[in-house]
């Protein structure tokens, strides 16, 4: 990509406010390539300093992604001051390493509500924009745990799943107004998600025909390429990022 591959768009980040995460790194190289850039996060997160970080291309909006009403004020904010979104990458998450005979009903729809309905929520609310300018890119966060289920735990997997499957309907919906749709699928990433540190991650890596786990900077990469106009054929799609480990 060259250094202007979104030059003169508007992009909009949800959790964004991990300083060694998957939604900053993303924010820092949209804003290299041009973009002007809305970080969103929880208000006790990080978000202020990854904007601050950036610069003046970046702004710090606080965001609950289950909220509906909080979306709406994202949205009258970003087209009172811009006028459009471009791109939306619905990244917000959270992990929760339990299986189906210790997840409580209270811990299953907590990981839903952020990682499914926060997904749900962002695309309904900006659609309706997107739709009425004729164009937008909308990259899902999904996971390699939406792919399979041995191995993995049940409420992230499931809500993953659930990303997918949203994604490939919105797609469908949303491509006669030239708005895009697309998921990716990450494996082990080092980031604050993964709790365990060093070794937890020289362990994971050994799970990897690479050997290793991958960086933030190579998923912004992939991410980058969905919401640029060099992907302008490319909706529905499911891109997986994870070192062969599903293949």
């Known amino acids: 990509m060259n250094n202007n591959s979104l030059g003169g768009k508007v992009a909009l980040i949800t959790g964004a406010g991990s300083v060694g995460g998957q939604g900053a790194a993303e924010a820092r190289l949209f804003a290299v390539e041009g973009a002007r850039v809305i970080v969103t996060d929880l208000p006790n997160s990080s978000g202020a300093r990854v904007a601050a970080e950036i610069g003046e291309q970046a702004e710090f909006i606080p965001l609950d992604v289950t909220d509906a009403d909080a979306w709406a004020g994202v949205v009258a904010h970003v087209t009172d001051r811009f006028g459009r979104l471009d791109v939306l990458v619905n990244n917000a998450g959270i992990w929760l390493a339990k299986g189906i005979l210790n997840t409580s009903a209270e811990e299953f729809r907590k990981v839903v509500e952020i990682n499914q309905t926060g997904v749900f929520l962002g695309m309904a609310a900006f659609a309706p924009v997107m739709q009425a300018s004729g164009s937008g890119s909308i990259i899902n966060t999904s996971s390699n745990a939406g792919l399979k289920g041995g191995g993995m735990p049940l409420a992230y997997a499931a809500s993953k799943w659930a990303v997918r499957g949203m994604t490939r309907a ?15 699928c990450p494996g082990v990433i080092d980031t604050p998600m993964i709790e365990g540190g060093q070794e937890v991650l ?30 302008g054929y490319v909706t529905g799609g499911e891109f997986v990022i994870d070192g062969a480990i599903t293949a």
């Open 170 to 184: 919105a797609a469908w919906e949303l491509a006669p107004y030239g708005v895009r749709v697309n998921a990716i």
């Open 202 to 231: 020289d362990m994971l890596a050994k799970t990897s025909p690479m050997g290793r786990v991958g960086a933030p900077e190579e998923v912004a990469q992939l991410v980058l390429f969905l919401a640029s106009d060099a992907s």
